[in-house]
C-alpha cells in the first residue's frame, strides 16, 4: 500500500495502483456531484454542457420513436433502428451527383461511380476514365489512356538533346531541302527520330547501345509492322552505316520526282 494525495480534496489515502483522487471523489462529478463511472470528472449532463455539440441534433421522423438523432442530409432522418439501410449505398451514389458540386472530393468509393469523358493527349483516342482513378484533373488538358502514353507525353514534355547520329542525319536532310519534322508521335505506340509529310516517310536512328539487344529488336519490328500497316513507310538506320555515310543511308529512300519539287518551296519544320 502506497500513500497518495487526492489532486481534488487534497487528502492523503492509500492504494495500491497509480490513481490521483481518494475513493470519496472518484466516482463523483466535479461540478454536480452526481455519480460518474470509469474515473470521469464529469457526467453526461455536465460534459454536454461544457461541450456542447456543434452539430445540428433532430428528432427521429418514426410516430413511435422520441430518440434524438445527429442531423445529417445523406439519410432520411430516422435513427439507427428505423433506417432502412437496404437502399442506403443507392441513396447516398444518388446525393452525391446531385447535391455535391465538386464530385472529386467525394469519398474514393463514391468517385468510382462517376466516369469522365476524356480524349488522349498523346493517340487521340477517345476513352472513359473513372474520376477516382484518373490521374489529372476533369477541367485540364492532359488525359492518357494509357501508362505509355503517360510515358509519351512526359517524353515530349522533357527536353532532349538530339544524339551525334541524329545531329548527322538532320544536316544531310537539310543539305537535301526536305521538309521534316522532329520527334513525332505515331498511334501512341512510338516516337520517330524524323519524318517527312510529304511522302509520310518515317526515319529512325537507332543507337547501338538501346537497340542492340533481342528486346529492343523484337519491340522495333512490331512498330514497323504497325506502321506500315498505316500506310507509313518506315527507314531504319543504324549508327554505325549513319557514321560510314548519312548521305548514303538517304539514298536508300525512294522518293517519286513530282513531290520532290513540289516540296522545294517549304520551309524546313523543326518539332
Given at each position: 500500500?502506497?500513500?497518495?494525495?487526492?489532486?481534488?480534496?487534497?487528502?492523503?489515502?492509500?492504494?495500491?495502483?497509480?490513481?490521483?483522487?481518494?475513493?470519496?471523489?472518484?466516482?463523483?462529478?466535479?461540478?454536480?456531484?452526481?455519480?460518474?463511472?470509469?474515473?470521469?470528472?464529469?457526467?453526461?449532463?455536465?460534459?454536454?454542457?461544457?461541450?456542447?455539440?456543434?452539430?445540428?441534433?433532430?428528432?427521429?421522423?418514426?410516430?413511435?420513436?422520441?430518440?434524438?438523432?445527429?442531423?445529417?442530409?445523406?439519410?432520411?432522418?430516422?435513427?439507427?433502428?428505423?433506417?432502412?439501410?437496404?437502399?442506403?449505398?443507392?441513396?447516398?451514389?444518388?446525393?452525391?451527383?446531385?447535391?455535391?458540386?465538386?464530385?472529386?472530393?467525394?469519398?474514393?468509393?463514391?468517385?468510382?461511380?462517376?466516369?469522365?469523358?476524356?480524349?488522349?493527349?498523346?493517340?487521340?483516342?477517345?476513352?472513359?476514365?473513372?474520376?477516382?482513378?484518373?490521374?489529372?484533373?476533369?477541367?485540364?488538358?492532359?488525359?492518357?489512356?494509357?501508362?505509355?502514353?503517360?510515358?509519351?507525353?512526359?517524353?515530349?514534355?522533357?527536353?532532349?538533346?538530339?544524339?551525334?547520329?541524329?545531329?548527322?542525319?538532320?544536316?544531310?536532310?537539310?543539305?537535301?531541302?526536305?521538309?521534316?519534322?522532329?520527334?513525332?508521335?505515331?498511334?501512341?505506340?512510338?516516337?520517330?527520330?524524323?519524318?517527312?509529310?510529304?511522302?509520310?516517310?518515317?526515319?529512325?536512328?537507332?543507337?547501338?547501345?538501346?537497340?542492340?539487344?533481342?528486346?529492343?529488336?523484337?519491340?522495333?519490328?512490331?512498330?514497323?509492322?504497325?506502321?506500315?500497316?498505316?500506310?507509313?513507310?518506315?527507314?531504319?538506320?543504324?549508327?554505325?552505316?549513319?557514321?560510314?555515310?548519312?548521305?548514303?543511308?538517304?539514298?536508300?529512300?525512294?522518293?517519286s520526282q513530282e513531290p520532290l519539287f513540289r516540296q522545294?518551296?517549304?520551309?524546313?519544320?523543326?518539332?
Open positions: 500500500m502506497s500513500t497518495h494525495i487526492c489532486t481534488r480534496c487534497n487528502k492523503a489515502f492509500e492504494h495500491n495502483g497509480n490513481v490521483n483522487r481518494c475513493p470519496d471523489c472518484r466516482f463523483i462529478c466535479e461540478r454536480c456531484g452526481g455519480p460518474v463511472t470509469n474515473y470521469t470528472n464529469f457526467c453526461d449532463k455536465c460534459r454536454q454542457a461544457t461541450n456542447p455539440r456543434k452539430y445540428k441534433m433532430i428528432k427521429c421522423k418514426h410516430p413511435d420513436c422520441n430518440n434524438m438523432i445527429r442531423y445529417n442530409p445523406k439519410r432520411t432522418g430516422y435513427c439507427h433502428i428505423h433506417t432502412d439501410w437496404s437502399n442506403h449505398s443507392k441513396r447516398l451514389t444518388q446525393y452525391n451527383r446531385t447535391v455535391k458540386q465538386k464530385p472529386k472530393h467525394l469519398h474514393r468509393r463514391a468517385q468510382n461511380e462517376y466516369t469522365v469523358d476524356c480524349i488522349c493527349k498523346v493517340c487521340g483516342k477517345p476513352f472513359k476514365a473513372r474520376l477516382g482513378t484518373v490521374k489529372y484533373r476533369p477541367n485540364q488538358d492532359g488525359f492518357c489512356c494509357s501508362s505509355y502514353c503517360v510515358g509519351v507525353n512526359a517524353a515530349q514534355q522533357t527536353p532532349k538533346k538530339d544524339t551525334s547520329i541524329e545531329r548527322a542525319i538532320e544536316q544531310a536532310l537539310v543539305e537535301r531541302k526536305w521538309h521534316y519534322q522532329k520527334q513525332v508521335p505515331f498511334c501512341g505506340l512510338t516516337i520517330a527520330d524524323f519524318y517527312l509529310p510529304t511522302y509520310n516517310v518515317v526515319i529512325y536512328c537507332d543507337g547501338e547501345y538501346w537497340h542492340g539487344d533481342s528486346k529492343s529488336i523484337e519491340r522495333d519490328a512490331k512498330q514497323n509492322t504497325t506502321l506500315r500497316a498505316k500506310g507509313y513507310k518506315v527507314y531504319r538506320f543504324s549508327e554505325s552505316s549513319i557514321i560510314h555515310s548519312p548521305h548514303h543511308c538517304l539514298d536508300q529512300i525512294n522518293l522545294l518551296s517549304l520551309p524546313i519544320c523543326e518539332m
